[in-house]
């Protein structure tokens, strides 16, 4: 199987710049970390989404990348949810833009003849 690089939908969510370390800021707790990454990961499905939608992404390619970023969320074992709502929202996932992002999800993997996962 040829070298996938999922490098390309990767989003980094409010990391601290090299000048804010070097001032003395606060480091971020483990707690907010995973939030960031959880949330970093449902902005790289959505990318690939749209990219899967605009057909700049073949099928195959576009489930390969959302399942990457899928698993990464499932392995995320806790989530402070107000504050993932939050910085959800403020990256412009909001409670209808997630909804929509489900959506496609599933359309993608009926697409590709995968199972369609079921959430709630």
């Not at 403020?90 to 999800?105: A, F, P, S």
Request: glycine share 6%.
């Amino acid at each position: 199987m040829a070298y996938v690089d999922y490098n390309t939908y990767d989003v980094v969510v409010n990391q601290p710049g090299l000048f804010a370390t070097m001032m003395g800021r606060e480091q971020k707790t483990e707690d907010q970390l995973r939030d960031e990454q959880y949330v970093g990961c449902l902005l790289s499905v959505s990318k690939i989404l749209r990219d899967w939608c605009r057909r700049a992404l073949p099928h195959g390619e576009a489930v390969l990348h959302a399942d990457h970023y899928m698993e990464k969320v499932r392995m995320i074992d806790v989530v402070n949810a107000e504050r993932v709502c939050q910085l959800l929202e403020e990256h412009g996932l909001g409670v209808e833009q997630r909804q929509e992002l489900e959506n496609l999800y599933k359309e993608l993997k009926r697409a590709c003849g995968q199972k369609v996962p079921q959430y709630g």
